[in-house]
Structure formats: C-alpha cells, structure tokens
C-alpha cells in the first residue's frame, strides 16, 4: 500500500510528539533531586539528553508549525557600529553553511519573520544586559559576554563589540564549530538539520584580561588570516600582528586592512617593552641639553642604548630625578590621551646588561651595577620610580595602567614597599619548559616570586612567557611533536589560581603548523582554565581524524602522558622543541608508530588522509631527531662532552663510536624530505664520536691555532714569549645535557652567515689550504653553508710580527637576490678583571676617547672609525683592533665573571645578486708589552696600572682597644665589619693581618679570620682552631664533579700561640691560568712560611658581594673574639721576602704602605677606612 505525503506527516508527528512526552518524563525525573531513587547520571550525559530532547522537541515544533524555526532570523541593531554588522554577517555566513540553506538579517526596526530570532549587540531586546558587565577599560568587562539561548530566541551581547564578536563565536562553537588554526584546512564546520538551542544563560567573564599568544604570521597564512583566527579563538592581543603589519601586508583600499578594526580592534598598549627612549623626542638632543636625566656611572653620564640600538645596552635614566619622572609621567598621560581605547604604558628600562644611575639619590634606594643577588636587585629603584610616575598620571587617567616589570635583576618582588593601584605588574617567567610551575622543582623560586608579585597587586598580575619560542631564526614549518598540552593545563590553570590577568608567550610560528592542536588548546586554556584537556584532545581527533579518531586520541594522549612522566626538564627555550630521547624511549616508540599505523588503516577519508599525512611527518622527523641522539651514545646517565687537547678535539668524548653508514642515512632521508635543517644538522654535526685535528701556524712571535671541522674558527693566538693565549678557548663548561641543546659555547675566533648569534657557520666544517711565501704564511679555510660560500683567510707575517689579518668573503650561491650580512664573534682575553680595563675608541671625527670596558658593555656608546684598543695594565697586555667601517660596525660584550670579552664586527647588510659577494677585512695586533708599544698606536696612552679599587666599608661596628701599631680593632659578638668586594675577582693575591688572641691558640675554637660567600654553595674562609691555621676554599656541592667546582682545604699547626700575644698571618694565592689544579697557595706565620701546596684546585677567589672580618660569612652567629691590627689586602702575590718585610714593619711598629695594587690597608685607628 502506498502512503500519502499527509498520512506520512501525521504519523511522524504522533511518533514525535510521543517521544516528546517520553523525553520530558524521562528528562526531568532522572534530573529531580529530590526523587530519592534518582539514576546516577553524569552532567554531561543530561546535557546530552537536554540536547537530544530540545532537537526532538524543536523538530515537533517545526513539523505541527507551532514556530516556524525554519526560518531563522538574525537581528542587528538599527544603527549597527562596524563590528556588530562584521559580526552578524559572520553568524549568517556559518549559520547557513551548517543548515545548508540561507539565513535572514534584520535591522532592529524591520518586520521579523516567525522562527527563531538571533538578535546580535545592543538591540532593544538585548540592552538589558549591559548591567551585567564590568566597566572600564582595564576591566574585563569589554571581552564579556551575554549568550542566553532558548528554542525561540538567542541573545548575544557583549561588554563592548569584540565581547559582543566571541558571543557570536561562542554561539558558532555551541553548534560544534572549531577553528583549529589559520589554514582553511583546519576549520571545522559541520552539517546540521537543526540547530542545537539548548536553554542556557551564560554569562562568560575572562579570566584574562590580555591573551596573547606572540608570534608573526605564520608561512603560507595571511596576516587578516592570522587575525581572524585569533579573533575566533578570543586572543585579544599580537604585537607580531598589529595595524602596522597590516598596513604593509595591503594597499590603502584592501578591507583587509581594517581586519582587527572590524573584529572589535585589539588592546592597545603603549610598546610591549624596553620603551625608555620613545620618553625622549631626540636622545641624542636630550642628552647633550640634560646629562643629569641618564646614568651617572662611574662619575660620567652615559646615554641610554647605543646609537644602533637605543633600546638595548647603554646606560639607563636616572629614576630618581624629579624631571625624568615628570617627563615619563607627561609621556604616558600625552598617549592616553592620543589613544582613547589605549589601556598600558610600560615603563621599561633598556635590555641587556644596562649601566644603573649610581648617584646618591639612586644608590640610596640600594642596587649595585653588576652585581647578583640581593645586592644587585634594583628592584626597589624600579618599584620607587614607577610608583612616583603613577602618581603624577592617576589624576588624568585613573583607570588606565602604567607597567612595572619584574626582569633581569629587578624581578626580586620588594616586600616592604605598596604599588600604586593603576600600576599592573609583568613577570618575565623562565621555567622548566615542559612542565608546569607546580609540576617541576625547578620552577619553586619563580613561583614564590610570582606569588609575591601577585598579592602585590591584586587583579594587575601578568607574565610574559618564553613558550613555544625554539629556534627563533626558522622561518620555514618545522614538523616536529611538540606533546605539551599537559604543561599548557598545569600553567594556564596556575597562573589563574594566583589571580593572574595578563598573559602574553612569546613564540614562533615555525612550529604552529605542525602543532595546531598545541597552539589551538593554549588560546582556548587562555579563554577558559577550567578546559578538560583530554577531553579537548579527544574532540579534536574526533572533528579532524574521523574514522581515525580512536587511535589518534590514544596516540596524542600516550605522548602527554610520557612527557608529563619523564625527567626532561629543558630550562632554555630554544630546548623544548628539540625532542629528547628521555620522552621518546623505545617502548614509547613502538607504541606510538603502531598507533599511527592503526590511524592510516582506519581511515577512507581523503581531507582525513591529509591531516594524517602531516602527523605522520613530524612524527617521522621526530623519531629521526631522537635516532641521531641514541646513535651517539648518550643516555639519561651520559652527557655530551668537548674534549680539548694540545693537537685534537674529540667530539662526544664519553659517546660511543658512530656508525658512519648509518649517520649518512639520517642525513639522506632529511635531505630527501627537505628537513636537512639547522636542527638535524646541529645534531648530526654532534653525535659522532671523532677526534679533529688543530691547524696550526706561526712565526717567531706568535702562534695561531684554528679548528677546520668547527666553523674554522681561531681557539689559540698564542704568545710564543710569555705563552699567554689571547683568545679566550673555553668559556664555559665542555658539556651538554641534551645533545640538541640551540647552543654550545665553543669558544675562540667564530664567524655566521648571518646577523643572528651561533648562526649559519658555526658548527660548519671547512677545510684548510697553507699557503706560505716571502711574506710569511696565510691559511684559507672554505666552507658552503646556507646557499653561500664562505672563504676565510688568515695571514701572518714572518719574524717577529705581531699582526693576524683576516680576510672573509661571503658569496651567494643561489639563484637570486638575498639580503646578506657577516658577524664576526671573537672571544679574547687579557687576564681578569676586564671590566675595569682601560679602552680606546677613535671616532670618525678622528678623536680618540678613553673610557673603561664596563662603561660601553654592549655597546660601545662610541661608534668607533674603524679602530679600537683595550689593554689590561695589571698584565701589560693590550689587543688592537682595526677594520673597514664601511663593511661593519662594532659591539663590545665584556662577560659576566669579565674574565673575556668580545670586540665584535657586525655586517652592514647588502642584497647580494647571484655569485655576488661582500667582504669584512680587519686586523689583531697582539701586544704583550702594552707600556711601551701602545703609545706608539695611541699618542698619548698612558698605560699604568690602574689603582685597585678600594673596598668600600659596609658594616663598621667595632670597638677599638691598644693595638700593634695605635690602635687595633676589639671583635667579639657584637661586632660587625664587612666590605664591598663584589667588583673583585682576584686570580692572585695576598691577605695578612696581626693577631691578638684572648686565649692560648690550642684552647681556641672556630675563630674566623675573614670569610666570603655564604656556603650556598660557594665558600671562603681563614680560621684559627684548636691548634691550627685552617683554610677552605668550596665551589659548588659535594661530590665535586662537574667541571669548575673543587674543595680545598689546609690546615697547618701552630705552635707556641700564647694568649695575649700579637702574630701576623699571611695568606697568598696563585691561579694558574692554564691548569688550575695546579695554583698555589702559602701560608705564613710572623714572617715565616708554614705551608706551600703548588697543586691545589683554584680558581678566582672574592667576587662576592661581601667580605667578612672576624665572622663566618656563612653564619652570622659564629663570631670571634680576638683583636686585629694592620689588616691588609692586595692584588699582587707577596713573595716570601715581601710577607717578611711587611712582618717585620709590624714588629718594629710601622704601617704598611699601600701601592696602587691595594684593595685594603686598614690601621684600624678608631675608623674601618681603609688607608
């Protein structure tokens, strides 16, 4: 029998209406709390069952045609601003794509259709609820949102237009929409025959005000693109994608210009960071008007920045001048006014290692240059001027917000000062990279240090990560597995749980296309903290894996899991996306890969097929990275070492011997998938196990010793003479934890491709050609790197000529136009101390200027003409450098413990044509008798010995009694002297004072002489105890393994120590420059050595920020009880003969003297000066 189209309609509809009835029973007696026979049922299996139930009953409703909801209307305001229509016809466009039929839109004032009505921003309907938000600027009221929903009606409101935009989105995501990254591919949109309007009432507040997830467009996206997926995933903020990138990205009438404008705009900061110079109209100007507004540092102004680079370097403001905080407050009120929507003016010093004021008012406010630890913390100063800013600014815009960050040696939080409330603090947060805060221990002291910012200002908390970042030098995608998503959780849900409200990560884009569930889970963590994450994984495998959904889930899931497990705890940011065979362990392997192969099986979809084609080569390319590792031998108990020898370097010392056909495989199979990148070559370049040999030339004065296979880079320029190496060879530790680490500190004379540091041509092999003639021996060393070549030739005369010339040529090998520029990076060195060396810097007016190295670190604050010189007086050493300014310009580091430096060249960038090339030609005079020969170079240089810096007295409690000579200092337990002497570090010297004890020496105990450091977990300290002279000299913890930590410990008897008597002891130490297992330290007793050990572990002692007389400087309790006289402390070496003159000036009662290599000469005649 044949049934009729009405008879049909008749029966589905009491089919329908049954099952209505059914679900509404159903529905609310399993929901009725008060039934006490209730099913257990899950939250979201009744929102499940609200789903089905309202489908079912809004079907009904459409068939018997009680609404008419097949005609769906949208509803905008009759004077719709730019956003509200944007977002109207947004949900029109997706809302038909999901129906698969057109969508009304309706002004506010026209006749509507029956059916459901969507009404978007403030329409009549919908003016109700602007009550409901938070007002102000800085409030996270304009990103709330009204989406209230019912089977006639949805209302979506926002506190401001872009609140009103995510309402839409939300709307859109409720109807199962994703937006999974910037490419199209990514977009999920389903297919629906109803909508699903199940009843809600939601009011979302964010729990950030800033969601910021920082990097540039991505490779083969747009930047209107880039935007818009932002918008869709509620990031409200991209400083790499501002209206300045879309500006140059279209012409003046493409409406892609107008793409944050349209979306609500985003929120408008000031800068980001480092922004003292935007302060000043003219730097230069204001600095030649008003010196007094920069740094006085060793008693003379310096500029902010370099003339390059006014935001990095240099020195800083002087932060206490009443003018300098007007004008940073005039700044900041002058664009709040410009800038009506604007909400944060970051008040932020210059980066790098900038030189603080150290005028009186400054130094008051505590703080030394230069300086870790609390000592060093500048904090205080940073807090005290952002606060007196913040006050001339409150009363013109009280609801905006002035930024104080916490970074470098100001993030200390300072516990006794308040922080005015239009003052939001940003926290530069350095973590272990693959775990929350809560879920390592290495991140413990960040987290207090956060939490204490943030009871400081309570709902003005920030932080600025470092996540996601890698090899910021990638442009093009890297496919690699990045399974983070637990550490998002762990971190987003920590930051939330300290009320933070500002969140901005720097990255990069290189690593988004190959990991959009990454990025895609922290915008939405951004947005909501409370996200179920294996959830949201399993969703996401659902809507792009299909059929394949089941394994890819597991698979995602699998990794989180062993990440979250094991012991891999990268602390630099260029580590976390180098995977670690510590995750990926053969179990994890296998299972993985099976996995995959499970996915591929599964599917039949081709859009499916492609996704699974991109998981399957990051995971391809992972698994190589992870193979290069394991093949050279390294495991969780193995680190990666640099073997330096006379003659040969042994890369991967402790490795096992590679397998060469093997490696040449790993390497073909990148080649073949063009992922023969950096990455794969830094960790190819690593894991074999291979000794290289040096390449040595010289003449009669000097010898040069280059490694080919290692960027043909100089570790040696040796004096034949006195055997000083000019060049700093190893500057740090020879060992890696991990293999893949961005950076090794190689050391020596290097050179990039590039203008970024360790760049291309660093770890490249060259080989070498001799060449010697009439005029003495050049070496050329030749590589190909990056689609260049690179010759490098290096020329020294015969005899006794002290001149290295070195030539490099940069060639472009490809076939078109690059923009091209060299970087020459030399580490030499002359001794300790170089940051107190003297420098000379001719200008292009021809002037030379004289000033310290500390004084243009990071810069030079001069631009040199082409010649500079820098000479250590202590050790009559000095290094001349020329060059061609018209092929570079020059930048001086001076490092952290100054016992190196880096007279650096950068490249004037040039497009190079194909075959074309650009050159840096320069030349390195060596002289090892800078009292003589440099005048000859500088008319007018005076190289003395500079006088030693005096240690300044800190505490000064001290009574005085009848000493040696005068008087003499009375310690017992109240006593408290101790000096500044966090500028020395002395690789030679001598200590000696004279001694009364109250008690014969054998009846003594544990009283300290003097001590420096706290035993966390370095230590020093001179001690008379039971009999004995003791001395302990610690660096590092017990067992004393890694390279640069020792233990020693002397202690020599003495006899005949009555009480009441007055004894000099002397105490002198020798760094051995070369070997420091081999220094020497003697000990002295009235003039007479008592012990010599010649092969003690040393290295530079003091260089803490205090030194401690008659205490531990470990314990402040343990004091002595003695009387001092004639405490001396010098630079020099006394030999024996010079400890017996100084005894014996004592005995008949005369001072010492002090000379230029003084640190202290203390008589303690009622003062603790020193002479």
Known sequence: MQTTKSSNKSRNVAVMYHH???????????????????????????????????????????????????????????????????????????????????????????????????????????????????????????????????????????????GTLYAVYAFLEMQGCRWYSPWEADHFIPQRKVLNLTPTDVLHIPTFVQRDIGHETPKDSTVAGFIDWMAKNRLNHNFAARQYHLNKAYRGGDPNRKAWVKRGDHMRWQWICHNFAWFFKDV???????????????????????????????????????????????????????HPTGTVVPMWPGDGAIKWCECDNCNALGGKNFTTGPEGSMSRRMVTFVNAVAKQVAPKHPDRLLLLPAYANYIDPVEDLSIEPNIMVQYCYHADYAHGPMQSSLNSHAVEQMKAWAQKVPGRFGVWEYFLIGDYTVKNHVPVVLPLIYRVRDTVQFFKSIGTRYYFTQSTSAYHR???LLYYALARYLDDPDLDADELIREYCENQFGEAAQPMTTYYMLLEQAVEQADWHPQLYADVTTPSPLVWTDKIIQSSSELLKQAHANNSDSRVAKQLAM?????????????TQNMAGLDAKTIWRLQRNEDTYIINADGKEADAKRQQQLALNALDQGQFDPRHQRLLFRSR??????????NDALQLTVVPEIGGRIVRIIDRKTGWNFIKEKPGDDTLDQLGASYFAYGGYEEYASKAFAGAGWETPFTSEQITNSNGTTLKLTAEVDDYRLVRTISLGNGMDTVVKIESVLTNLSGESRSSVLRVHPSLTLGQEAGNYPIWIRDPAKQIHQGMVVEHHDGPSIQTDGFWAIANPLKNRAVIHTFDPSQASAYLFCSEKQDYFNMELIGQPKALAPNESLAITQTWRVINDAKSELPQWI?????????????????????????????????????????????????????????????????????????????????????????????????????YHEPGKYYTSLNTPIENWKANTWHHVAITWQVNPTTTDQSTICLYMDGKIIEERNNVTLTPLFGYSKLHIGQSSANAKHKATLNLDELYLSRRVLSDQQVLECYQLGRDGQPITPDNDTLLCIGFEESVQSR
């Open 284 to 338: 230069e100007k204001t600095f030649e008007e008003h010196p007094e507004y920069f740094s006085l540092y060793k008693n003379r102004r310096i500029n902010i920045g370099t003339a390059q680079r006014r935001h990095y370097g240099g020195g800083n403001l002087c932060t206490t001048n009443p003018d300098v905080i007007k004008l940073a407050a005039d700044f900041a009120i002058k664009w709040f006014d410009d």
């Open 939 to 1039: 008319p007018g240089a005076v190289v003395e010995k500079e006088p030693a810096p005096k240690c300044i007295p800190i505490g000064k409690k001290v009574s005085y009694v009848p000493g040696k000579i005068g008087k003499a200092a009375y310690f017992d337990a109240t006593a408290n002297v101790s000096y500044d002497t966090h500028n020395l570090r002395m690789d030679a010297g001598t200590i000696a004072m004279w001694v009364q004890l109250p008690i014969d020496l054998a009846d003594a105990k544990g009283q300290f002489l003097f001590g420096t450091a706290s035993n966390n977990p370095d230590w020093t300290f001179a001690a008379l105890d039971q009999g004995k002279l003791s001395l302990l000299i610690k660096k590092g913890r017990s067992p």
């Open 689 to 698: 196990k291979r000794s290289i040999p040096l390449v040595k030339i010289q």
């Open 514 to 516: 190959y990991n959009t």
């Open 20 to 162: 209505m009835r059914l679900a509404v029973v159903s529905l609310t007696y399993l929901t009725n709390t008060s039934n006490k026979y209730i099913y257990p049922i899950n939250t979201w299996e009744i929102d499940k069952l609200k789903y089905i139930h309202c489908t079912i009953l809004t079907a009904l409703l459409l068939l018997i045609g009680i609404a008419r909801l097949d005609a769906q209307t949208i509803i905008i305001p009759q004077s719709p601003t730019e956003t509200e229509t944007f977002a109207a016809n947004e949900l029109q466009t997706y809302l038909s794509r999901i129906l698969n039929k057109k969508v009304d839109l309706l002004s506010d004032n026209k006749t509507h259709n029956q059916g459901l009505h969507i009404t978007v921003g403030r329409t009549q309907s919908n003016q109700h609820h602007l009550s409901r938000f938070e007002v102000g600027v800085t409030s996270r009221g304009p990103d709330s949102y009204v989406m209230k929903v019912n089977p006639q009606r949805v209302e979506l409101i926002g506190g401001s237009d872009r």
């Open 615 to 627: 998981v399957q080569e990051a995971h391809d390319q992972t698994l190589q990275s992870v193979r």
